[in-house]
């Protein structure tokens, strides 16, 4: 990963371009590049916090009449005008390769005019959360960006997730953020509405390493495997129990609104796989969910897994691919990786694990 050159730390209230711009003063074409790229997403944020704002009379609410994504997925109206802003928008930046939730196989841009070391990949999940736009729940936009490979369009996504040189999401709730790294720490940026342009809120943000709150959807306990509900029952011991200390369960169902609640106060996430048919081998998207997630979660001090290993040393070997995604304070990542690992809780084990061979005597 390319770390970027930029000072300790920037002023509050700093405007994301001036930002963008020390930033990379003394970078690279590569690293410029990169900036030029989170202002052109930046701007498809701007369009999209605009029309989730208007509701209803935004015209683009509700299902598209059944249509599901590539994945799989039922797409509502959104979804489609989310991705359509981002795709634009990312026509007039150094894009050479477009990968997304919404799109079947990955796309080739134009970029007459810019230097192959400049080009670069952008995976996207347009709108995270979009089921919960109707209940007014927090939804975002999910970003990972590449340098774009010399072997083409799968070489640039298929590969560890260190290769980031970038990553963040954008929240749409009651107001809209965005959450960055450009290799070096984690940064947070508020919208102005009026103006329309972004401006630093909290710089170097950290995940405090210990918690007491994890957020996991428990209507599924019964599909767990026996590492996941080990963690979970000696969390809901409290005082008494293994852990010594109570614990609180948070669950939104929007990858964005839980990542945010974990940079803004600590805790855990967890899904991980289980036993119904389909998430055998997790749920996320590796590529545009965990991967930009993940860096985030390091850049900031934490950690991310699939329940074994980092998720930033996994390489995708589908665009779609899914994986279980546990990330959080480092000492409770640390301490559920630890459940899969110890041969005293080596039972049950999901097919992800069993594959891989890591508890064979």
């Known amino acids: 990963m ?4 930029r000072r300790i730390a920037s002023p509050i209230g700093q405007s994301l371009s001036a930002y963008l711009a020390e930033a ?36 683009a609410h509700g299902e598209t009449g059944g249509s599901a994504n590539a994945d799989g997925d039922v797409q509502v109206a959104l979804d489609l005008r989310a991705n359509e802003f981002v795709l634009a928008a990312l026509h007039r930046a150094p894009v050479a390769y477009f990968a997304s939730e919404e799109e079947d196989a990955i796309l080739t841009l134009a970029v007459d005019g810019t230097g192959k070391e400049e080009r670069l990949a952008v995976a996207v999940d347009p709108l995270d959360g979009s089921s919960n736009v109707d209940v007014n729940v927090s939804i975002g936009t999910i970003f990972s960006i590449f340098g774009a490979s010399p072997q083409g369009a799968t070489a640039s996504f298929f590969r560890p997730g260190r290769a980031q040189l970038a990553a963040g999401y954008f929240i749409y709730g009651p107001h809209t953020d965005l959450v960055l790294t450009l290799g070096d720490g984690v940064d947070l940026f508020v919208l102005d509405r009026e103006s329309g342009d972004f401006h630093l809120a909290r710089s170097a943000v950290v995940i405090p390493p210990q918690t007491r709150e994890f957020a996991i959807n428990a209507s599924n306990y019964r599909h767990w495997f026996a590492p996941i509900r080990t963690f979970i029952d000696d969390c809901l011991e409290g005082a008494d129990g293994p852990r010594g200390k109570n614990f609180n369960m948070r669950w939104v169902a929007s990858l964005v609104a839980e990542t945010h609640r974990i940079f803004s106060r600590s ?13 055998e081998k997790g749920r996320l998207r590796l590529l545009y969910e965990a991967f930009p997630i993940a860096l985030l979660a390091e850049q900031a001090g934490g950690a991310a897994t699939d329940g074994i290993e980092p998720i930033l040393d996994k390489v995708p070997g589908e665009l779609h691919q899914r994986t279980p995604l546990i990330f959080g304070s480092v000492e409770k990542v640390r301490r559920i990786t630890g459940y899969h690992v110890d041969p005293a809780l080596a039972r049950d084990l999901p097919p992800l694990f069993r594959e891989r061979g890591l508890f064979s005597s």
């Open 2 to 5: 390319v770390a970027v050159a």
């Open 24 to 59: 990379t003063a003394a970078g690279s074409p590569q690293q410029r590049a990169v900036a030029a790229t989170v202002a052109a997403l930046a701007g498809a944020a701007v369009q999209i916090s605009r029309l989730i704002a208007a509701g209803p009379y935004g015209g």
């Open 267 to 279: 805790g855990v996430f967890l899904y991980p796989c289980d036993r119904r048919p389909g998430y």
